[in-house]
Every structure is written in structure tokens, then in C-alpha cells.
């Protein structure tokens, strides 16, 4: 963030609210039809956003597909691309294991090779992820003194190996070949730094291949992305804000907690998340509820899905009013279009809501949805810019200059 | 400003005026209700906005409440984070005081101490501005070789000192030890760069001592804040622009010169700027006619007010259209809702009218007012824009590349 914001930041009681449907933003299936969020029947959005200053934003950057990590970031007031995450890094927050600070991750292919050690196979058949999992329990075996190690599967033939120890670095080289025929490469230090890294990567690497020596497909693996936790300033340092995240998705508690947000667990659905927001109000001043579903029924291509589960979080929104937050702000981290199975660069709708929006710029948008929310107050903005935006109309950055 | 943009300046006879209603921006008093803008009978705002191009900026940035001086930086074309500008010389420039390069202003406050010297009241009873004017007068006597000295009441106790001289320097701490029952502070050098202006303020406290001491309650002063004019290319040099203000108010005459404009003094209102705006039309292609009394009824929480000032400027309109200038931009450096009473982070509404754009983009605001300005061209953009816009408009940037 731009130091003189932080100089402008003033904490107080004013509470802001973030209500993050995952891959909001969608597509019509067919030319002149509505989008996910313009079918759903969203009684307390649309007269929310009659009600709030509306608009676009690109997570990222024009024309960027987000990923869920940085389209996060940058809902928080993170531009993703000064805080680029290293491979390893996004595989372990993406099953959410709770890396901490020294910790070196690296995501680790399960591969073939025939008897000369040559790679024959760089995925193992694709072998399916229970069997990703028993590898990985197997694996548990390594034993390298001062050195804790974490295998876990993530999907299919792929997995995540975090070390954990005193002076250990990511300057460690990739292992993957990138080709078959020849055998793994060397876990080469990059820097002096890394050269005790490589050293435990080297054995980690012998000891496994000893213990899947005698599997099929899976008798070899490939290492690669090794990457520490990257230095990021929290929301409470740079904000100000006590945050609270209330996820039930591991990867959103994994961000949270990097960005310094406290996180509630156990949390299952839309109900306790209420619960907790109610529970915790008075702890707080910054609140990120999270609905994941609306993602994933866009990724799968169900369009119906998407659309029921824009109508739950529907059917909350006024008892988050009820709390009376002093800005509520209702978006998503990026789009996921049924149509596309996947997630898109299109803008994704948001609506910024307080009190004093209320009396003021309201009215240009008669719905909550993409549509409306282009031809409202914002048109399209870059997403860091919301949290901005938020704190300004909370009150919590004081006037710069005389 | 970039220096790209600097390299394709290019002179020319077309002519920019620039109408500023300072604090223009507002909010309804009531939910669903009109803003100062839009409540405002502005036949002559209105059609000119029909025929323009109109948005709303964030003269700083998103979520940033603006004080006027940088307000102003961002409408001129100068990102204000880039130019921080010291307290002495907001302080110097808030009375109008014409500071020239190599000037160091600090802020003083006259204060109270007692017979030990130690510091009782550091704002010696709040004593009126009558009395601090009458005071700063006594404290001319000061005489130190080779320095120049000003020494002007502000507001209150407020003062603020300027030294002119050569090699002065503002790496000078401050003397204000900002509690009581101590002594006043040294006022030491923070550099060798700072010794000579040390020396000098130590005597300047010294001798102003002893004309204060059979003062009551003000026997005693502290210094903070000392600054140097800070280094801003001129509008001439950046833009290849001959700028003229016509202001009213001494801040705003202030800023017009370190800017690098001409400024016409003695001007008591609209009908003089108006008369001044025809007397230099030929001499000038850059105009900035200042209005401060919007921003004042905002403050007041006058709404009606504030709605009376937007319709005497509505008033001039014409007049100014008599001129044909190239490129008219009217908006505000800010918003000042009345009904916050202060200046807000809201966006400001603008309308951009060239001959050029009245053939083209116009038709999409009915009105000049905050809605009918976000449903237009620009959307909300950062105000730093609004003068290279004027500039492309008034064919004063060549062409960038083949």
C-alpha cells in the first residue's frame, strides 16, 4: 500500500463488513439472457444495491483471470502482482496447511522410472489422489534430524511438501526435467543460502525413492516451485483494522491468516458464519464472511447451482444488516461463468452500502447484478481500490493535507 | 507528471478555463432525497453538461478525503503524495504569505512559562488573533544579520515565522516539547545542513524572549514545523502553459503561485474574476477561477447555503461561454457535504465542454449533479487526469509515437 495511506490511517469503532461470493461475476448461456446473478432471485441485494454506491471491478489488472489467492489479495487492498507467492507457497495454501515464517514449501510430482533411473512417466499414469494420499503416508517415514517435514496429497499425482527448521530457503532448483528419458535433475542450491536446503532435499529425495522403490506407477518423484512464505505487511499494520475471518474453506483461512486476520474454525456453513459474526461483533472491526459454493458450482458448469446459491446468501443479508455495519461491501474475488467452467477476466459487480450512501449517490442501480452495477456510480475500478473506498467511508483515514 | 507527457507538450493559442467550486460534491439530507448539486436551479449547468463530458474524479485517491491545498495539486495535474508539503509552508500559505525558494516557514504558537522557564501553557490561554497580530508586530524588532525575517498571525495563538537568507535550511527539530512543566526545547540542527538555520532560530527565540517577557499570558513561543518551499516545476515548465488565477481567497492565491501562475490581486468576487477574465483572456490560455464559498456553507452545515453559492456561479456561466474557450472543465477540489460539515472522500462530479465534445459524447447527463455525472463518459477516474484531458482536448499534446 501507498505509505502515505498508511500515515493517514485512524483506528476507531466503525465496523466494515466484506461478503465475498466466491466467482461471483458470470455470463448469459445464451445471447441477450442473464447472468447467474441477474436470474437469481436476490430481493435483499437488489434493494441493497438501490441503496449503495454500485459498480465493476478487476481484481488484478484489465483482463486478468484471477486466481482465488490473489483475487483475495487484492480484495483486502493487496496488489497480488507486489506480492507474488511461490508456487510451493500456493500448493500449501491451497490445502490449507498453516505454513509459518522460515517454512519452505514445494510441490512434488509422484512420477515413473525405469530401472536405469530414467523418468518414464512425469505424472504416474495420473494416478488418483487416494492413492496420491497413501504415497504421501508412506512417505512419513523420511526421518532428517532438525528437520520437520510435511507430505501432503493435493490432487491426483500431486502433492505438497513443506520442511520446517532452522535456516532453511527456497534457493533450491527444480528437480522436474521437463522431459522423459533422462533422469530427475539435482536439487541444486541457487545461492549460498540455499545450499543447507538442498542438502535435506537431496536426502528426502533418497530416502523416499528407497521406500517407492517398489510401487507401481508411482516408484519416483519430481520436485519443484520451492518457496518460502513471502514478507507480508498485515491488515492490522497496515489498516489498522482487528480483521476477522469467518471461511470454511481452508485455502480462505490459509489467506486470511497471512494477511493477519484472526480466523474462527469449525465453521460449516452460512449459519454458523452468522453465528460467529454475531458472537464476535464486538472484537472486531473488520469482518470477511466467505461463501465458497457460488465457485464451485461455476466451475462444475451448473448454472442452477450458481444461481441457488447466490439466493443463500441472499436470504442472509439482513441479519448481517441487522448488525448494522457501517459499510458493507458485497462482491466476489473474480468471476467463474458457468458458461466458461472456469474463472474469467470479466469485471465482477460489486455494491459498496452505509448510512450515508444511503441518503446520497444510490438510485442508479435498480438490481444487484452486472448490468446494473456497470451503469452505476463506479464504473470499472481496480479491485484494491474497494477497501479504500470502504475506509474512507467508515471514517478510518483522516484528510490528507490541510 | 510523467515525463513522457512532458515531452509532447505543445503551445498553442486554445484556451483551458478551469471553474472551481471548492468543496463541491454533497450528499442528500435525507434518504432518496437530492444533493446541494442536484438541488440546486443550475439552467445554465445543466444544458452546458448536456453538451460535455461528464464523471467524477478522487482528486488524491480512492477512499481519500482531501484538504483544498492538494485538492488543488490533483486539479492542476500534480499527484500531492508526490509533493508533500512541509507545515511551515502550509501554515505560510494559508495566510498568503509569498514564500520564494530557499524561504524556511515554521509554525509558532505562542505559549506560556513561568519564572523557571519551564512551559505552563503551550497555548498561552488560547489568546485571541487581535492579540497574537499585535504580538507578531512587537517581535519585528527582532534583528539578526544577514536574515530576513516575517513574522505573521495566523489564527489564535498561531503564528507563523519565515526566514529569508541565503543557504537557510529546514533540517531544524522542532522546539515544542509538546507537554508542560518542562522547558521549551533547542531548536538543534538535524543535519549539518541545518547548523546556520539552528544558529539563527536560537537567536530569534533569544531576542523574541526578552521582547515577550513582561507578557501576559504570552511570554513565551514554540516552534515546529520548519519547511522549505518545496521543489514543484511550474505549470509553464510542465504543461507549456500560461496559467492565471483568479482567486479571492489568499490560500488559494497561494497555491496559484507556487504553481508557477500569474495572480491577480484584489479580486472580491465573481464579478471581478469575470471582468479579469475578460481584461487577461488574450494574455493567458490557462484560467482557474476559484470559488471558496461552497466549501464554506458545506462546513457550516449550511445546506441552503451551499445550494445558493452552486446558483451564483451558474450565474456566470454564460459569461465565461462568451469567451469561447477551448476546453471549459468545471468541478471541485473535493467534496464538503453539508451534512457532514467537513470535507468527505466522496467522489466530485465534473463536466468536461469543448466545441469538439458537444459534437460528440454529449447527451449521456441530463443535469450537472453526482448521478447524472456517474451515469456519464468518464466514470469515476483520479483527478490528476482531469488537465491532461483538457490538454489532449485543446490539441496542447502532440501525438505520441508514429
Known amino acids: 500500500m501507498d505509505k502515505y495511506l498508511e500515515d493517514l490511517i ?4 466503525k465496523r466494515i463488513v466484506f461478503l465475498i ?87 512434488m510430482n509422484f512420477a515413473s522410472r525405469d530401472e536405469q533411473g530414467n523418468i518414464t512417466d512425469r505424472r504416474a499414469g495420473r494416478i488418483p489422489t487416494d492413492e496420491c494420499a497413501g504415497l504421501c503416508e508412506l512417505l512419513n517415514q523420511v526421518a532428517i534430524s532438525g528437520v520437520e517435514i510435511f507430505i501432503k496429497p493435493v490432487q491426483d499425482y500431486r502433492a505438497v511438501v513443506i520442511f520446517r527448521g532452522e535456516g532453511l530457503s527456497d534457493q533450491v532448483a527444480d528437480t522436474d526435467p521437463q522431459k522423459v528419458g533422462v533422469k530427475a535433475l539435482d536439487p541444486k542450491a541457487l545461492s549460498a543460502a540455499g545450499k543447507k536446503t538442498a542438502g535435506i532435499v537431496k536426502e ?47 485455502d480462505y483461512k490459509g489467506i486470511s491468516r497471512l494477511l493477519g486476520m484472526q480466523v474462527i474454525e469449525n465453521l460449516s456453513g ?13 472484537n472486531f472491526d473488520f469482518f470477511f464472511i466467505h461463501h465458497k459454493y457460488t465457485d464451485s458450482k461455476g466451475e462444475d458448469g451448473n448454472f442452477k447451482g450458481k444461481v441457488a446459491e447466490i439466493e443463500k446468501v441472499d436470504a442472509i443479508v439482513p441479519k448481517i444488516l441487522e448488525m448494522k455495519p457501517d459499510v458493507l461491501v458485497v462482491t466476489g474475488d473474480h468471476s467463474t461463468p458457468a458458461l466458461l467452467k472456469a474463472h474469467s477476466s470479466h469485471p465482477v459487480p460489486f455494491l459498496i452500502h452505509t448510512p450515508l450512501v444511503s441518503l446520497t449517490r444510490s438510485g442508479g442501480a435498480k438490481e444487484f447484478g452486472e448490468r446494473a452495477c456497470a451503469g452505476d456510480v463506479w464504473g470499472v475500478i481496480e479491485g484494491t481500490n474497494l477497501i479504500r473506498i470502504a475506509l474512507g467511508y467508515a471514517g478510518k483515514l483522516k484528510k490528507y493535507g490541510a
Chains 1, 2 share one sequence.
Open 204 to 250: 528426502f529425495i533418497s530416502q523416499s525413492l528407497e521406500i517407492l522403490k517398489n510401487e507401481k506407477p508411482a516408484n519416483a518423484l519430481l520436485m519443484r516451485g520451492f518457496a518460502e512464505l513471502p514478507h507480508i505487511p498485515s491488515m492490522p499494520e497496515l489498516f489498522g483494522l482487528k480483521p476477522l475471518a469467518l471461511a470454511v474453506y481452508p
Open 10 to 13: 485512524e483506528q476507531s469503532e
Open 21 to 107: 461470493l466466491d466467482g461471483l461475476g458470470g455470463l448469459p448461456l445464451e445471447r441477450g439472457g442473464k447472468t447467474e446473478l441477474e436470474s437469481a432471485a436476490t430481493p435483499n441485494l437488489d434493494a441493497l444495491a438501490a441503496d449503495s454506491e454500485c459498480g465493476l471491478h478487476q481484481p488484478i489488472g484489465f483482463g486478468v483471470t484471477p486466481g482465488s489467492a490473489p483475487g483475495h489479495f487484492a480484495l483486502f487492498g493487496y496488489q497480488p502482482t507486489d506480492y507474488p507467492i511461490g508456487r510451493g507457497v500456493v500448493a500449501a495454501m491451497g490445502i490449507g496447511f498453516p505454513m509459518k515464517a522460515g517454512d519452505v514449501a514445494a510441490r
Open 270 to 282: 452460512l449459519d454458523d458464519q452468522l453465528d460467529a459474526l454475531k458472537s464476535y461483533w464486538q
